[in-house]
């Protein structure tokens, strides 16, 4: 697939890895809870196998997106961490979003046969799932304090999906309706 962009190793990973480790070192003792989840979280980056992804993470035009799309999506290997860099170009967004900037992302993605032990309490989604699926845990860069952030919550997307009618009637779920309604 030729894209005409030229990717360079981003080393987010190593980098979150040391802001978590600082972040670790600046936390009072009796945050015991936070202290360990950092450093799951951050031994889960260490062990991952690492992707680099085009700008905004864009794979894939939204708008065509279709159900043969939907059921390729399997993680390469059970704990993978994807970086890509955020740089968006729209003008809507300057202005006071740019106090909320974050223009590098990692997610932190496993499959439930990779949660480390700490964290089995999570497969509990199986019971529900058993298909089985991905957890997915956001790594964003905050430009304004320039740090690594491990996201409050993260999510959990089921194998086997399949794409719904919007309210428009098509089966692409990002499209606008033809009457201009959101």
């Not at 190793?9 to 978590?20: D, G, P, R, T, V």
């Not at 939204?62 to 059921?71: C, W």
């Not at 729209?90 to 700490?118: F, M, N, V």
């Amino acid at each position: 697939m030729e894209t005409g962009e030229n990717f360079t190793a981003l080393n987010y990973s190593a980098h979150a890895i040391e802001s978590m480790k600082e972040v670790v070192q600046r936390l009072p003792p009796h945050f015991v809870q936070s202290i360990n989840a950092i450093r799951i979280v951050s031994d889960m980056l260490r062990r991952s196998v690492k992707f680099i992804l085009p700008n905004c993470a864009e794979l894939l035009d939204p708008l065509h997106v279709s159900q043969a799309h939907i059921d390729l999506l399997k993680l390469p290997f059970p704990l993978v961490a994807f970086e890509a860099p955020w740089q968006k170009t729209d003008a809507k967004d300057a202005g006071y979003l740019d106090h909320y900037k974050s223009t590098r992302r990692i997610a932190l993605c496993w499959e439930p046969g990779a949660t480390p032990p700490q964290l089995a309490h999570l497969n509990v989604i199986l019971d529900r799932f058993p298909q089985g699926g991905v957890f997915i845990l956001p790594i964003s860069w905050l430009d304004v304090i320039e740090t690594w952030n491990v996201g409050i919550g993260g999510a959990f997307v089921p194998y086997e999906n399949s794409l719904g009618s919007s309210r428009s009637g098509s089966s692409q779920p990002f499209e606008r309706p033809r009457d201009g309604s959101p």
